[in-house]
């Protein structure tokens, strides 16, 4: 499923990368400053979807016993199943982990809990799907597929502005997956006899899949605005919001239109009680 806090939601390389870097003024992120809640970040969440409909579904097909038993020799199928099921409850949690991050509890100038839990999960989640196309793929393809991966996380985190973060992380969800989708599609083990069933199986899986999101959707609108902001509001207790030292809370003039008139939708923009510090408190 950031950037300068380096919170990122986003699949990939582990964030002690990114702060050694950080660190070390080889890159400066900045996405920190102008980060906010913005609908089209937290629909991108949803291109996780994709790998992890592509991981079932291939799943499916090796758990399929009459597929299996026809795998030719050396399928390595009881160390790929393995792989594909963890990997694709790992891209399923990434929606939810990016959601939370990238546009429940965000807020500019701020790490939160959400967002450290979503990078790190991203990380482990990158890190098993490397591990596993390593197994299927050559060492150029795979270093260029993490290449492609980690060029979209440094981009995003690199932001100068709002609506250039929006449009870079939304990217970066794009991007990773996409990248991760290839990656589960690509040298599937006993390909000649996969392939017969895994168009089938892709639309199935596709299908439950935009079900359940439909359902939550309606489900969400049902509930009412009230109790969407109870729900925030306890999910907020654990949101620990810090402002790193040294973080400039400043913004220009057209990024703070821009992410009022974005987040205005925003549950956290809504719903902050009185008693919470709001970004204006900490400046």
Same mark, same amino acid.
């Given at each position: 499923?950031?950037?300068?806090?380096? $919170? %990122?939601?986003?699949?990939?390389? @582990?964030?002690?990368?990114?702060?050694?870097?950080?660190?070390?003024?080889? &890159?400066? !992120?900045?996405?920190? %400053?102008?980060?906010?809640?913005?609908?089209? *970040?937290?629909?991108?969440?949803?291109? !996780?979807?994709?790998?992890?409909?592509?991981?079932?579904?291939?799943?499916?097909?090796?758990?399929?016993?009459?597929? $299996?038993?026809?795998?030719?020799?050396?399928?390595?199928?009881?160390? %790929?199943?393995?792989?594909?099921?963890?990997?694709? *409850?790992?891209?399923?949690?990434?929606?939810?982990?990016?959601?939370?991050?990238?546009?429940?509890?965000?807020?500019?100038?701020?790490?939160?809990?959400?967002?450290? *839990?979503?990078?790190? !999960?991203?990380?482990?989640?990158?890190?098993?799907?490397? /591990?596993? /196309?390593?197994? $299927?793929?050559?060492?150029?393809?795979?270093? @260029?597929?993490?290449?492609?991966? &980690?060029?979209?996380?440094?981009?995003?985190?690199?932001?100068?502005?709002?609506?250039?973060?929006?449009?870079?992380?939304?990217?970066?969800?794009?991007?990773?997956?996409?990248?991760?989708?290839?990656?589960?599609?690509?040298?599937?083990?006993?390909?000649?006899?996969?392939?017969?069933?895994?168009?089938?199986?892709?639309?199935?899986?596709?299908?439950?899949?935009?079900?359940? &999101?439909?359902?939550?959707?309606?489900?969400?609108?049902?509930?009412?605005?009230?109790? $969407?902001? &109870?729900?925030?509001?306890?999910?907020?207790?654990?949101?620990?919001?810090?402002?790193?030292?040294?973080?400039?809370?400043?913004?220009?003039?057209?990024?703070?239109?821009?992410?009022?008139?974005?987040?205005?939708?925003?549950?956290?923009?809504? %719903?902050?009680?009185?008693?919470?510090?709001?970004?204006?408190?900490?400046?």
């Amino acid at each position: 499923v950031g950037s300068g806090e380096l $919170r %990122q939601s986003s699949p990939l390389l @582990g964030m002690s990368f990114a702060n050694v870097l950080h660190s070390l003024g080889v &890159l400066r !992120f900045t996405a920190i %400053q102008h980060w906010d809640a913005h609908p089209a *970040v937290c629909l991108s969440s949803l291109c !996780f979807a994709a790998p992890a409909v592509a991981y079932v579904a291939v799943s499916c097909c090796f758990a399929d016993l009459s597929a $299996r038993d026809a795998l030719p020799p050396g399928s390595n199928v009881n160390v %790929q199943l393995p792989l594909y099921i963890l990997l694709s *409850v790992l891209y399923t949690a990434c929606i939810a982990t990016c959601a939370l991050a990238d546009y429940a509890y965000i807020r500019r100038g701020h790490r939160s809990l959400y967002g450290k *839990v979503d990078i790190r !999960f991203a990380t482990s989640t990158f890190l098993v799907s490397i /591990f596993d /196309f390593s197994l $299927r793929a050559s060492a150029v393809e795979t270093v @260029g597929l993490t290449l492609v991966a &980690l060029s979209a996380f440094f981009y995003s985190g690199l932001s100068k502005s709002f609506k250039e973060w929006v449009l870079r992380h939304s990217l970066w969800h794009v991007i990773a997956g996409a990248d991760a989708t290839y990656a589960a599609l690509r040298h599937v083990p006993g390909e000649g006899v996969i392939e017969k069933l895994l168009l089938g199986a892709l639309v199935r899986v596709a299908l439950v899949y935009c079900a359940v &999101l439909a359902l939550l959707f309606l489900g969400a609108l049902l509930l009412g605005e009230y109790r $969407r902001g &109870l729900i925030w509001n306890c999910g907020a207790e654990w949101a620990s919001w810090v402002a790193p030292p040294g973080t400039d809370l400043t913004d220009d003039a057209s990024s703070s239109c821009a992410s009022a008139s974005s987040s205005s939708s925003s549950p956290a923009s809504r %719903q902050l009680s009185e008693d919470e510090p709001t970004t204006a408190d900490y400046a």
